[in-house]
C-alpha cells in the first residue's frame, strides 16, 4: 500500500527535493495534495506531472493564473488562506511542512492530527510557536520527524537512545559564502554575493540566513524544542565540506555523527521512509576518501553577529525567539530591496529584540505566535522608517 504525501512548499527547494525521492519510489509513495506561495504556473505545473488530487496557492491574487493553469486537468484546486488550510486537511500519510518563514506556523499546527507524520522543515514554526507544537503534537498523536539535514542527521544518530543519555549535540554550518572574509568585507557584501552559497541552492530568505549564520541560530532554536535540550546543551561547529550534519556527545563520553553528502534528498528519503529505508541512487552514497580532509572550525560571533542574536534568545526563552524571528524576516527582505546593507540585518534585530515588550512565557497556541510575530513586525518596520538602518 503506497504512503500519500501533502507538501506545504511544493515549488521551493525542500519541495523539489521531495518530489524527487517520491519519484524514485513510485510503487511506495504518491502525492495528495501541493500547497504553494506565489508561483502558479509552477504550481500548475508540478500537479499535472505528479498527479496530484488538489493544488492550492497561498497568495489569493494567483488563483486565478492557477485556475487557468488547471484548466482541464480535473484537479481541484484553490487560493489563499482557506485553500491551504483545505490541502492540509486532505487525507495524507506525511505532510511535508516547507513553507518558508512564519507564514508556514498555520499550516503546520493544522497538519497535527492523530496517526499522522510531520517531516518538518519548516524551522519557523517550532521557532515561534515550539511548545505548543511539540505539546500539540504529543496531545493527538502525531510524529514529528526533522527534514532540516543538520537535525535529521542527530535524529537518526540519537536513536532508540533517551534524551537523558545526551550530554550536547553539535549543528554543523557550512559557514556560507562569507565564512573566509574579514568583518570588514562582509559589511560591504551585496544580496548577489550574499546568494551565493557554497553547497546548496536555496530561496532566497533562507541563503542569506545562511551568510549571517542567522539560520544556524534559528535552528539552535529549533533543536531545542525537537530534541528537549536546553541553550547549554547545543553548539554550533563550522564544517565546510557538509558532510558531518549533526554529532552527539553523550555523557559516558563517545561522539556519534550523522554523516551523509550534502543533499537534501537524503534527509527527505529518511522522513518519507518513516520506519523503513528507501533505496537511493549511487550518487547519494557517501565516499569519505573523495570527501577529502574534514574541517571544523569555531564559529565567529563577532564576524557573525546574528548567531549571537539567536544564542540569547534561546536563553532568553519565552517570546523573544518569536520576536527574533520576525525581526529578521523583515531585515533580510529590507537587505534583498536595497534598503539596508548586511551588517544592518543583525543590528536591526539586536534593535528590535531590545525594544520588544517583555513576554515571560513562549506563545501557547497559534494566535498568540503570530500577535508576538506581528509586534515584532511592526516594530522593525518602524525602526526602519525612521532611518537609521539606511544603505548610505
Known amino acids: 500500500m503506497r504512503r500519500t504525501v501533502t507538501i506545504l512548499g511544493a515549488t521551493g527547494s525542500i519541495g523539489r527535493s521531495t518530489r524527487a525521492v517520491i519519484a524514485e519510489n513510485p510503487e511506495q509513495l504518491q502525492i495528495a495534495a501541493l500547497v504553494a506561495g506565489r508561483d502558479a504556473v509552477g504550481l500548475a505545473r508540478i500537479a499535472r506531472e505528479t498527479g496530484a488530487s488538489f493544488a492550492a496557492i497561498a497568495d489569493e491574487g494567483q488563483g486565478g493564473e492557477l485556475a487557468a493553469a488547471l484548466a482541464g486537468s480535473g484537479i481541484r484546486h484553490g487560493a489563499g488562506r482557506e485553500a491551504v ?39 519557523e514554526s517550532l521557532v515561534c510557536a515550539g511548545a505548543a507544537v511539540m505539546g500539540r503534537a ?9 527534514l532540516d539535514s543538520e537535525h535529521n542527521a542527530l535524529f537518526q544518530v540519537l536513536g532508540a537512545e533517551p534524551i537523558s543519555a545526551v550530554r ?9 559564502p562569507f565564512r573566509t572574509w574579514s568583518a570588514e568585507r562582509i559589511a560591504g557584501a551585496t544580496p548577489e554575493q550574499a546568494l551565493a552559497h557554497p553547497n546548496y541552492a536555496m530561496g532566497a530568505k533562507i541563503t542569506i540566513d545562511s551568510a549571517s549564520m542567522m539560520n544556524k541560530g534559528l535552528e539552535l532554536i529549533e533543536a531545542s524544542f525537537l530534541f528537549g535540550l536546553g541553550a547549554e546543551q547545543l553548539e554550533v561547529l563550522v564544517h565546510p565540506q557538509q558532510i558531518v550534519h549533526g554529532l552527539v556527545t553523550f555523557r559516558d563520553g563517545s561522539v556519534s555523527a550523522g554523516m551523509a553528502v550534502p543533499d537534501m534528498r537524503v534527509a527527505a528519503a529518511h522522513c518519507l521512509g518513516i520506519d523503513g529505508r528507501l533505496d537511493a541512487p549511487p550518487s547519494r552514497f557517501l565516499d569519505l576518501v573523495a570527501a577529502g580532509p574534514l574541517v571544523f572550525e569555531r564559529p565567529d560571533l563577532a564576524r557573525f553577529p546574528a548567531l549571537r542574536l539567536a544564542m540569547a534568545a534561546l536563553a532568553e526563552g519565552g517570546a523573544a525567539p518569536a520576536v527574533l524571528n520576525a525581526a529578521n524576516e523583515i531585515a533580510v527582505e529590507a537587505f534583498l530591496a536595497g534598503r539596508i546593507g548586511f551588517p544592518a540585518i543583525p543590528a536591526l534585530v539586536e534593535a528590535v529584540c531590545a525594544r520588544a515588550r517583555s513576554v515571560s512565557r513562549p506563545p501557547a497556541d497559534v494566535a498568540e505566535a503570530l500577535a508576538v510575530d506581528q509586534d515584532a513586525r511592526n516594530r522593525a518596520r518602524a525602526l526602519l522608517s525612521e532611518g537609521g538602518f539606511a544603505v548610505t
Open 85 to 123: 488550510l483545505e490541502a492540509v486537511e486532505r487525507d495524507s500519510d506525511i505532510v511535508v511542512s516547507a513553507i518558508s518563514g512564519a507564514a508556514g506556523l498555520e499550516a503546520t499546527f493544522a497538519a497535527l492530527t492523530p496517526g499522522r507524520v510531520v517531516a518538518l522543515a519548516n524551522k
Open 138 to 146: 504529543r496531545a493527538v498523536g502525531t510524529r514529528v520527524l526533522p
Open 168 to 176: 550536547t549535540m553539535t549543528l554543523t554550518a557550512s559557514g556560507g
